[in-house]
T-cell receptor
Framework: EAQVTQNPRYLITVTGKKLTVTCSQN?????MSWYRQDPGLGLRQIYY???????DKGDVPEGYKVSRKEKRNFPLILESPSPNQTSLYFC??????????????FGEGSRLTVL | GESVGLHLPTLSVQEGDNSIINCAYS??????FIWYKQESGKGPQFIID???NMDKRQGQRVTVLLNKTVKHLSLQIAATQPGDSAVYFC???????????WGLGTSLAVNP
């Protein structure tokens, strides 16, 4: 089954404790992206990657890191989480650059709470 | 389920009726538009897309209309079903810009 898998789905952590949210897709997609979703603010892009070893900042990259060492994986790293990073996070992938194929496939989301 | 937004515009329809969800966009250079559906507790799911060289595109029970003159996009759902209850997002992209610009969403509630 074609899917984007995120882990963990739910996490409660404390300020400053490094964490990683993993994302894996099994569709051989080149494009991957991370979004955060907050009430009243909609979906905001954090980082995206056009291919292996190619990453770029989205609209709200501060406080986050990503890596793309393999095509299928695109982990999101919070080196020192803060309460303002409490949010619902989505990983997404697409076969090619948005606009060429159109369809972004989203994971089920990771609900992160930073105390 | 998880709330994806507070104070979202809400459209309430009766089961079997047609639904029309509207979206205004601001960038006249936008040339590609997408509609996504997000059910409670899930990630957004692609519904349909349209390019600016088209005014209308139809899918299964859904139709997207694009009016470039007034920068307006709409999603029409025929014979709305309870399973259509969700938040619907429009998104736009301009030219070579690699980013999608997302709307804040509209909540659709289908009454049985």
């Amino acid at each position: 089954e074609a899917q984007v898998t995120q882990n963990p789905r739910y996490l409660i952590t404390v300020t400053g404790k490094k964490l990683t949210v993993t994302c894996s897709q099994n569709m051989n997609h080149e494009y991957m992206s991370w979004y955060r979703q907050d009430p009243g603010l909609g979906l905001r892009q954090i980082y995206y990657s056009m291919n292996v070893e190619v990453t770029d900042k989205g609209d709200v990259p501060e406080g986050y890191k990503v890596s793309r060492k393999e095509k299928r994986n695109f982990p999101l790293i919070l080196e020192s989480p803060s309460p303002n990073q409490t949010s619902l996070y989505f990983c997404a992938s697409s076969f090619s650059q948005i606009g060429d194929t159109g369809e972004l496939f989203f994971g089920e989301g990771s609900r992160l709470t930073v105390l | 389920g998880e709330s994806v937004g507070l104070h979202l515009p809400t459209l309430s329809v009766q089961e079997g009726d047609n639904s029309i969800i509207n979206c205004a966009y601001s960038n006249s250079a936008s040339d590609y538009f997408i509609w996504y559906k997000q059910e409670s507790g899930k990630g957004p799911q692609f519904i349909i897309d349209i390019r600016s060289n088209m005014d209308k595109r139809q899918g299964q029970r859904v139709t997207v209309l694009l009016n470039k003159t007034v920068k307006h996009l709409s999603l029409q759902i025929a014979a709305t079903q309870p399973g259509d209850s969700a938040v619907y997002f429009c998104a736009e992209k301009a030219g070579n810009n690699r980013k999608l610009i997302w709307g804040l969403g509209t909540s659709l509630a289908v009454n049985p």
